[in-house]
Nanobody, 119 residues
Framework: QVQLVESGGGLVETGGSLRLSCTAS????????MGWYRQAPGKQRELVAL???????NYADSVKGRFTMSRASAENSVYLQMNSLKPEDTAVYYC?????????????WGQGTQVTVSS
């Protein structure tokens, strides 16, 4: 099991930047997949970025070139640097960890952090 705690959300103007942090309760080196998701009001939760322990990271098309996800294993943390923010980026952002099980994997989620981009 793992507990995830996000921080760093807030209110920012269009074009601004924010850096989200997610700290895990255990060493993340052994966690193959960690990611950031977001959910806007009235919409389904969607993938923002997915980081694999082997080093690759995938991004949603809507954030490519603007968002960067990074891992800091020594800090048991992952980060999401968000630049050139747009009003459509407004959402609750959730940190996710996928832990392997005998049946496949189990999802763990943080409590979420609100990001609001004003126009």
């Amino acid at each position: 099991q793992v507990q995830l705690v996000e921080s760093g959300g807030g209110l920012v103007e269009t074009g601004g930047s924010l850096r989200l942090s997610c700290t895990a309760s255990r060493n993340i080196v052994s966690i193959n997949t960690m990611g950031w998701y977001r959910q806007a009001p009235g919409k389904q939760r969607e993938l923002v970025a997915l980081s694999f322990s082997r080093g690759s990271t995938n991004y949603a098309d809507s954030v490519k070139g603007r968002f960067t996800m990074s891992r800091a294993s020594a800090e048991n943390s992952v980060y999401l640097q968000m630049n050139s923010l747009k009003p459509e980026d407004t959402a609750v952002y959730y940190c996710n960890a996928k832990l392997s099980t005998e049946e496949g994997y189990e999802d763990y989620w943080g409590q979420g952090t609100q990001v609001t981009v004003s126009s």
